[in-house]
């Protein structure tokens, strides 16, 4: 079998990579927009067509020598968009596999170490009381583990535009945080799993400061409180407050997420399967953040094909801790 065609498709705000061989069989992966993001990834479809040249009549079955060869003929490798485009390619080539062996290609990865996937969605509201009824519905739902933007709804104009965090004081984004997380624990009960994602906007101090005002509420991860570059801050913010910590989704090589692991920063990791190098590369992120008892939860912010990766990995490793699953209604994913 050998691959004849590769190309680039868009649906709505999401994009894929198609993969066609000889025999008919036909694979697609997510293309996270990596350096496009909030745009067209112009660049990460480049580098589909620049790994295309290599790709083209090749035996799409062999994807570690191809991810391995893909990944080595880059002279400055590592970086955002040739990682996307590498993602998109690994997740289609095993979705081809997996239709090439009739299994599912978790059986190829090892067999399956869970029948089910536990999920956690996201909460939207820029109010405490907004907060608290969507937590109902979404435990009325079944979910048992709920993320918060403890700032406000990131996707509200007010906070993209700088007129939240930037403008407000630190006892008051202290104080707001605290209302919104309390307003959730109170709806959602004592048992359901709350964690609250920061968005790389706090300075190591004033992250360490919002970990112990919310100590109280049983948070059960932090995610990207500061900004992903200095693994060593994020191993000091980890000791000096008593949330653990999750990063990992502006990661793209394992190597990144050992010097991570080396400074003890993250309780978490959160690697995204269409950015950090598809399902191969995330596969061994995972084994070294076991070997060091961390958790692995997938970042997935884009469609169901993603989503539907995401969960092939999860479950044949046994380090998944919980699966985000965006509840996007225009994702066609359904959350039962």
């Known amino acids: 079998m050998k691959v004849t065609t590769i190309t680039t498709l868009s649906a709505a705000r999401f994009n894929y990579v198609k993969i066609e061989t000889d025999e008919g069989l036909t694979g697609v992966g997510e293309l996270h927009p990596a350096s ?19 790709l083209l009549g090749k035996d799409p079955l062999q994807i570690e020598r191809h991810w391995q060869h893909m990944f080595r003929r880059q002279l400055f490798r590592g970086g955002s968009d040739m990682m996307a485009a590498m993602g998109a390619i690994d997740i289609a080539l095993w979705d ?15 067999g399956p170490t869970r029948e089910k996937v536990r999920l956690y969605t996201h909460l939207g509201g820029n109010t ?38 930037e403008t407000m004081s630190y006892t008051g984004m202290q104080r707001n945080a605290v209302e919104r997380i309390s307003a959730v624990r109170e709806a959602a009960g004592p048992d359901i799993d709350i964690m609250i994602d920061v968005v790389n906007r706090l300075t190591p101090a004033e992250a360490i400061g919002l970990g112990r005002a919310l100590d109280s509420f049983n948070l059960y991860f932090y995610e ?18 008593p949330i653990p910590l999750a990063m990992g989704e502006r990661l793209y090589t394992v190597y990144q997420f050992q010097d991570l692991l080396d400074h003890k920063g993250a309780a978490f990791v959160r690697p995204d399967l269409s950015l950090a190098g598809g399902i191969t590369n995330v596969k061994k992120i995972a084994a070294i953040a076991e070997a060091n008892y961390v ?9 169901c094909v993603l989503t539907a990766a995401c969960v092939q ?16 209604d225009d994702s066609g994913v359904k959350a039962e």
Not at 36 to 54: D, L, M
Not at 99 to 110: M, R
Not at 133 to 147: D, H, I, K, N, P
């Open 224 to 241: 990207d409180p500061i900004e992903p570059e200095n693994m060593e801050q994020w191993g000091w913010v980890a000791e000096q407050q």
């Open 36 to 54: 496009g993001t909030g745009g067209t990834p112009f660049v990460p479809r480049a580098a589909v067509e620049y790994c295309a040249e290599y």
């Open 295 to 303: 958790g692995v939860v997938p970042h997935n912010p884009l469609s």
């Open 96 to 110: 081809i596999k997996g239709k090439e062996a009739g299994k599912p290609v978790y059986e190829l990865l090892g």
């Open 128 to 165: 405490p009381e907004a907060l608290a009824e969507e937590a109902q519905v979404r435990v009325e739902e079944g979910f048992t583990a709920l993320r918060v933007y403890p700032f406000g709804d990131f996707g509200n104009s007010d906070f993209e535009e700088g007129l939240g965090l």
């Open 313 to 328: 990995l999860d479950a044949a490793v046994h380090n998944i801790a919980v699966q985000e699953y965006p509840h996007d």
